[in-house]
């Protein structure tokens, strides 16, 4: 099991920054895929940054590229924690965010590859 823990969140406005966090802890051990999602009202939940630990690879969604920034620290598996460096944003980036971890993740911005969930963090981008 995987228990995972969101922090950061709050309001701000456009062109504003946001840093997310999320602490990561239980049996962990070799390669791993995190990832960031987030979810509107009404909209699906959509990958926002993922990495893969075992290259140091990252992955972003078309509409956030250039603003986002996912970074990951990991001492040994017994502190790991995924950030999300969030420049630039905009309204349309309001949305409850999670923090998303899986053993394998062919495709590492879709949902249904991860196995454990955070309980998600408020982003909300307003003037």
């Known amino acids: 099991q995987v228990q995972l823990v969101e922090a950061g969140g709050g309001s701000v406005q456009p062109g504003g920054s946001l840093r997310l966090s999320c602490t990561a802890s239980?049996?962990?051990?070799?390669?791993?895929?995190m990832a960031w999602f987030r979810q509107a009202p009404g909209n699906e939940r959509e990958g926002v940054a993922g990495?893969?630990?075992?290259?140091?690879?990252?992955?972003?969604?078309d509409s956030v590229k250039g603003r986002f920034t996912i970074s990951h620290q990991d001492n040994a598996h017994s502190a790991l924690s995924l950030h999300l460096q969030m420049d630039n944003l905009k309204s349309e980036d309001t949305a409850m965010y999670y923090c998303?971890?899986?053993?394998?993740?062919?495709?590492?911005?879709?949902?249904?590859?991860?196995?454990?969930w955070g309980q998600g963090t408020q982003v909300t981008v307003s003037s």
């Open positions: 998303a971890f899986a053993w394998n993740a062919f495709q590492p911005l879709e949902s249904k590859t991860y196995d454990y």
């Open positions: 239980g049996r962990i051990t070799g390669t791993y895929f």
């Open positions: 990495m893969y630990s075992g290259l140091g690879s990252k992955f972003y969604a």
